[in-house]
Every structure is written in structure tokens, then in C-alpha cells.
């Protein structure tokens, strides 16, 4: 000891002092806040960064702390974020509609806008499919369908949760790619039927419907590349998991203001006047 002192050029007085010196509010103050990053993190099954855990702690927990703050702690900490995923799309050869949002996704009412897709995802079973419909005024899932094989069926089941829960006024615009299953009978007259408005992006661009594949993107890098899926049950199961609790009521989206879309939306309507 006395060799190691003379080294670093310390009293041995000093250094006991500093080895019996109780932890400094500052140490306490950061050992607290890195449990409580942990705890978020675990929260958003290991999915949040810096970023959203700073969101869920300042306005999901009112905690006050600064962005530097929680990057500095989580590194030092070894808790990470997961990285974006970029998701190819397959073209398309024939124009079925025209497009009526013009890459211009910002509303500022719900059920003027809605996008929609399907996405993919295999099993050990075999292949699952999802289709989603997103209200592009805030990010929420306001219908989904999940089925074994890509049919007309699948969009207009998801269609169909959508229009009997948000119960959308004529002029409603529902946003897709051009496939099959969006040209189909049943999908485009149940929309007609509900006054829905059908707007299809360019052929083969996947930024003519940016907001669905964002959500795609998202939804393959926190659910579906995590792991290896045994069966449809076991991962259907899953993302209604991610659909109706992660996405729409727990997960903070930098687009809202890092509130969740149903948070989001009640902001809205809060601040709507009284008729």
C-alpha cells in the first residue's frame, strides 16, 4: 500500500480517508437512475435507446434528468437499444389507383388518413401473416388481422376491425401498395361500403407508404428477428402482444412528441373545444 501511494503520489492518510468516505450523493443519485433506465428497458423488452428511455422517464415517470445523463449511465451500464432494420419490397408491374397522399403523411384530426400492409414472418410451422391499419395521425393500430396464407380475407378482416372501431366519416383515406389483396372485390367494397376513399402509392416505391413500412421495420427488430418462432400460435400470440399493449399503449414514438399513440390521441381530444 504504502508503494502504491507513493506511486500515485497520495497520502495514505488520504487514500483511507477516500476508502471510508460514504458514496456522494451524485454516485447514490446515479445507481437509483440507472435502476430505474434498467427497469424501462426491461419494460420495452429490450427494445428502447437512449432516446425513448430519456421519454419514458422525464414523461412517463416524471423524473428529471437530462439526455446526456441516461446515454452516459446506460453505456456505462451496458444496456443498448436495438438497431433499425430495413425491410425489401417486392414490385409491382400494373397501376391499380391513383395516388391521393402524395408522400404527405401529417393529419391533424384522426380517421383522415389510414395506411396499411401486410407483412410476413416465418415458424417452424411455416409462414405467418400480418396486416395492420395505422391511423397516420398517430401512429395507432386501429386494425389487425393475423392468418396462415395472404388472402383478400386477411386485409379485409384487419379493414374491417378498423372501420367498426374508429367508425370513420365519409372521406376517409385508406393508403395501400398495390397488391392483390388491396385491388381484391371484397377489400375494395367493404371499403366503398363504409365511404373509405382507396389511394395507392407508385409502383415499386416503398417511401409512397413510409409510415406502414417504418412500423414494419420497427416490429421486425423488437419482435420478430429476436428469436426463432416454434409455431403460428406461439408468434400470433406475440404480436398481438406487440399490436394492442407494446405499440399502441406503451412504446413512446419520437413522432408524437415521445407520447404513445394512445396518449397521443387523448392529448388530442382534451384539447378539442367543448361544443
Not at 410451422?125 to 392468418?147: M, P
Not at 414494419?216 to 429476436?226: C, D, H, K, P, Y
Request: aromatic share 8%; proline share 4%.
Amino acid at each position: 500500500m504504502q508503494t502504491a501511494c507513493r506511486v500515485l503520489e497520495v497520502s495514505e492518510s488520504g487514500f483511507y480517508e477516500w476508502r471510508n468516505r460514504p458514496p456522494s450523493e451524485r454516485s447514490l443519485r446515479h445507481a437509483w437512475l440507472t435502476q430505474l433506465i434498467t427497469e424501462v428497458h426491461t419494460a420495452s423488452h429490450g427494445t428502447y435507446g437512449a432516446r425513448r428511455v430519456h421519454a419514458e422517464l422525464t414523461l412517463g415517470r416524471g423524473v428529471a434528468v437530462g439526455h446526456g445523463c441516461v446515454e452516459l449511465l446506460m453505456r456505462t451500464a451496458g444496456v443498448k437499444g436495438l438497431p433499425g432494420n430495413k425491410r425489401a419490397r417486392s414490385k409491382h408491374q400494373t397501376p391499380t389507383a391513383s395516388d391521393l397522399v402524395d408522400r404527405k403523411f401529417t393529419r391533424d384530426e384522426p380517421n383522415k388518413l389510414w395506411v396499411t400492409d401486410i407483412t410476413e414472418h416465418p415458424t417452424r410451422e411455416g409462414k405467418i401473416y400480418c396486416a395492420v391499419v395505422l391511423d397516420a395521425f398517430s401512429r395507432r393500430v386501429v386494425g389487425w388481422s393475423i392468418d396462415s396464407s395472404q388472402t383478400a380475407t386477411l386485409v379485409t378482416n384487419a379493414l374491417g376491425m378498423a372501420i367498426s372501431n374508429r367508425g370513420p366519416t365519409p372521406g376517409t383515406l385508406i393508403h395501400s401498395d398495390h397488391g392483390v389483396q388491396f385491388i381484391s372485390w371484397a377489400f375494395t367494397r367493404r371499403a366503398h361500403d363504409s365511404g373509405l376513399v382507396p389511394s395507392m402509392g407508385s409502383i415499386g416505391d416503398c417511401y409512397d407508404n413510409a409510415v406502414i413500412e417504418s412500423f414494419w421495420g420497427r416490429m421486425q427488430t423488437e419482435l420478430l428477428n429476436r428469436k426463432r418462432w416454434k409455431t403460428r400460435i406461439e408468434l400470433a400470440n406475440a404480436m398481438f402482444e406487440y399490436l394492442e399493449i407494446f405499440h399502441n399503449r406503451q412504446r413512446r414514438h419520437s413522432a408524437l412528441g415521445m407520447l404513445t399513440p394512445i396518449e397521443f390521441e387523448n392529448v388530442h381530444f382534451t384539447r378539442q373545444p367543448v361544443a
